[in-house]
Every structure is written in C-alpha cells, then in structure tokens.
T-cell receptor
Framework: QKEVEQNSGPLSVPEGAIASLNCTYSDRGSQSFFWYRQYSGKSPELIMFIYSNGDKEDGRFTAQLNKASQYVSLLIRDSQPSDSATYLCAVNTRMDSSYKLIFGSGTRLLVRP | EAGVAQSPRYKIIEKRQSVAFWCNPISGHATLYWYQQILGQGPKLLIQFQNNGVVDDSQLPKDRFSAERLKGVDSTLKIQPAKLEDSAVYLC????????????FGPGTRLTVT
C-alpha cells in the first residue's frame, strides 16, 4: 500500500512567522508532488507542485523536495491568519496505465494573530 | 468559468438505504474523479473516468458503490445499501487530461448515515 504521511497537528505559529509543513511518502517511483490547501468545510485547492529535488518558490510559499529521503515540505513565510487551514500533501503514483494522486491526511495550521 | 457542481450538498440517510450523488465537471475537462473524504483524513480516490471510460476503480467497494458517466460529461455515484462507515464527504473533481494533478474540486456532498 503506497502511503503519504503527515503530522496531523495542529501546528500553531504566530502571525508573521514561518510555518513548516512536512510530508513523507513510501513510493520511490513517485515523480511529482503537490500541496493542496483545504479550509474548514471547503474543498481542496492546489497551491504548489514540485518535480525536481531542491526548492521551488511561489510568493510566500516554498516547496522543498528530497527524493533520496522521500521527503517533501512546504514553507509559508510571513504567515497570516488567513493561512489557517489544513494542508494536504499529495503524491503522484503510477497505477497500471494511469496516474493518480495519493493524499496524506493533512496538517492543520493555525496562525495566531 | 463555472466550477464543478455537485448535488445534493447534504444528505442524511439510515443504514441500508440507498443514495445517489450527482456531479457536473468543468466544461472541457475530460477527466472526472470521485473521492471519499472521511473526517480527519485526506481524500481517497474511489473512481476515475476519462470521457466515458473508467481509468481506475481499484478502491471502489463494488459490492455497494457504483458510478457512471454518461456521454462523458455528468456523473453519478450511488451507494446501495449504505453502511455507517460510509459517512463522509464525497468530492467530485475534474481536470484536463494532460494536467491531471491540477484537479478542481466541487463543494462536496456531506453524507451522514445513521
């Protein structure tokens, strides 16, 4: 069973701090990795994806990937109360002739004003 | 651009009853997904369609769940008979074929089985 593991949290950070969210995955063959944000009672929305080892920055968000360690993370700089949500890590897995996303259970982030 | 539409938004049924959910994807999105999200967990893929055809239904409990996508557009997901453990949010998502990871989710249907 291919798995994606995340700490459920909550991760509590003060406004303006850096929030660091982590994810590990079991399938060494996975090539692409995604972060979705899910506000309470709402649907997930894609915020970042990363394919290559290293860092990828988009505004206040930075995704980091280390395939050797099977580890992906999301950094949120200058955290705002509006960033309070559950962050889902998703990993692309090949299943026969198709690809599908395997989601982790999510980390709940709470940004305190 | 209209998003993914789902109905109903909420449904309460008793165990052993049947229920059906409807989804209308974003226009032009050939790939449609049904996910089950149990409280505190991430979405779990139940079935994936590309146009009319099923691409992956490996995690669909076929003894009680069924899904169809007629004419490659709208889709329905049915549960018959429902069990208590089916209580969850059922999310429909759609994507372009070549951008499978950029999935647009509908608002979901919250199912409570009593």
């Amino acid at each position: 069973q291919k798995e994606v593991e995340q700490n459920s949290g909550p991760l509590s950070v003060p406004e303006g701090a850096i929030a660091s969210l982590n994810c590990t995955y079991s399938d060494r063959g996975s090539q692409s990795f995604f972060w979705y944000r899910q506000y309470s009672g709402k649907s997930p929305e894609l915020i970042m994806f990363i394919y290559s080892n290293g860092d990828k920055e988009d505004g206040r968000f930075t995704a980091q990937l280390n395939k050797a360690s099977q580890y992906v993370s999301l950094l949120i700089r200058d955290s705002q109360p509006s960033d309070s949500a559950t962050y889902l890590c998703a990993v692309n897995t090949r299943m026969d002739s198709s690809y599908k996303l395997i989601f982790g259970s999510g980390t709940r982030l709470l940004v305190r004003p | 651009e209209a998003g993914v539409a789902q109905s109903p938004r909420y449904k309460i049924i008793e165990k052993r009853q049947s229920v059906a959910f409807w989804c209308n994807p974003i226009s032009g999105h050939a790939t449609l997904y049904w996910y089950q999200q149990i409280l505190g967990q991430g979405p779990k893929l139940l079935i994936q369609f590309q146009n009319n055809g099923v691409v992956d239904d490996s995690q669909l409990p076929k003894d009680r769940f069924s899904a169809e996508r007629l004419k490659g557009v709208d889709s329905t997901l049915k549960i018959q008979p429902a069990k208590l453990e089916d209580s969850a949010v059922y999310l429909c998502a759609s994507s372009l074929v070549d951008v499978f990871y950029e999935q647009y989710f509908g608002p979901g249907t919250r199912l409570t089985v009593t």
